[in-house]
């Protein structure tokens, strides 16, 4: 099993930025792909941004395009989400999930992750 766990998040105003640590721990030494989803309050969870296990091969929610950048290092087993001019609709909770493997492409799929951390909120107000 891998286990994962965010941090990073707090309260912002419109236009900083923030940057969200997911810190893999377990049977890293397989490999995962890591993405990042969203909980907005009253609404479902949603795909935020993805990245395999290499690192090569991202993919963005059209509405964090541009915006924000996941990265990662195998070395620290560490994916960072840095996310800039951040808006009011940004808030929510992240939670960061793993899909064990080293081969092929990052999922936008909530059901292909297996393991989920707790989740960090960012607020961000007008």
């Known amino acids: 099993q891998v286990q994962v766990v965010e941090s990073g998040g707090g309260l912002v105003q419109a236009g900083d930025s923030l940057r969200l640590s997911c810190v893999a721990s377990g049977r890293t030494g397989s490999g995962y792909h890591i993405g990042w989803f969203r909980q907005p309050p009253g609404k479902e969870r949603e795909f935020v941004a993805t990245i395999n296990w290499s690192g ?27 996310m800039n001019s951040l808006k009011p609709e940004d808030t929510a909770v992240y939670y960061c999930a793993a899909r064990s493997g080293r081969s092929g492409v990052p999922s936008t799929r909530i059901a292909d992750y297996d393991y989920w951390g707790r989740g960090t909120q960012v607020t961000v107000s007008s």
């Open 56 to 82: 090569d091969s991202t993919i963005y929610a059209n509405s964090v395009k541009g915006r924000f950048t996941i990265s990662r290092d195998n070395v620290k087993n560490t994916v960072a989400l840095q």
